[in-house]
T-cell receptor, first 108, second 113 residues
Framework: RKEVEQDPGPFNVPEGATVAFNCTYS??????FFWYRQDCRKEPKLLMS???SGNEDGRFTAQLNRASQYISLLIRDSKLSDSATYLC?????????FGTGTSLTVIP | DVKVTQSSRYLVKRTGEKVFLECVQD?????MFWYRQDPGLGLRLIYF???????EKGDIPEGYSVSREKKERFSLILESASTNQTSMYLC????????????FGPGTRLTVL
């Protein structure tokens, strides 16, 4: 079983829409959680860390549900520039594990 | 800004060649990592290092070795390149605090013919 599972999409949404991604993980001892963004032919970059209490950064909201072992990312008022692949990442205390990514395309 | 650089963006090698991929970071990070990224498989950890001359195997170390002689430099070596090692190789570094953000280099697209 993979450490991290993500729906690969693609998600195609119109500008201004709200879109949500989920990511499930199998290791209940996972310590830290992140969402990374990867543009086409570029390296991954940290979008935001995910905390148990939930956290928000502008149009982006991340949530962690330890009981059900999933994390989520909500994007409100989607912009064309949000088109990218979003990677779910967790840290188990030993190493990082990356999901395969969810592809988002925001359509004009 | 943290900067992680990789020696080549694109590389083409022949089967059986010895290949060196170099990674340098300028933020004095203790931790450095080598991943490969393949469609549908995501990023998979090959090797990592938490200190100079220290190395640990990741999930897919077979066919690879690494070298970390200096803190800022982490090299990935393909002893005898094979076609199934055609991939995007990404180097990353992070500070010593466990579970902290990783900073990635731009990647090396390696093609083995």
């Amino acid at each position: 079983r993979k450490e991290v599972e993500q729906d690969p999409g693609p998600f195609n949404v119109p500008e201004g829409a709200t879109v949500a991604f989920n990511c499930t993980y199998s290791n209940s001892a996972s310590q830290s959680f992140f969402w990374y963004r990867q543009d086409c032919r570029k390296e991954p970059k940290l979008l935001m860390s995910v905390y148990s209490s939930g956290n928000e950064d502008g149009r982006f909201t991340a949530q962690l549900n330890r009981a059900s072992q999933y994390i989520s990312l909500l994007i409100r008022d989607s912009k064309l520039s949000d088109s990218a692949t979003y990677l779910c990442v967790l840290y188990t205390g030993n190493q990082f594990y990356f999901g395969t990514g969810t592809s988002l395309t925001v359509i004009p | 800004d943290v900067k992680v650089t990789q020696s080549s963006r694109y590389l083409v090698k022949r089967t059986g060649e010895k290949v060196f991929l170099e990674c340098v970071q300028d933020m004095d990070h203790e931790n450095m990592f080598w991943y490969r990224q393949d469609p549908g498989l995501g990023l998979r950890l090959i090797y990592f290092s938490y200190d100079v001359k220290m190395k640990e195997k990741g999930d897919i170390p077979e066919g690879y070795s690494v070298s970390r002689e200096k803190k800022e430099r982490f090299s990935l070596i393909l002893e005898s390149a094979s076609t199934n090692q055609t991939s995007m190789y990404l180097c990353a570094s992070s500070p010593p605090t466990t579970g902290y953000e990783q900073f990635f280099g731009p990647g090396t697209r390696l093609t083995v013919l």
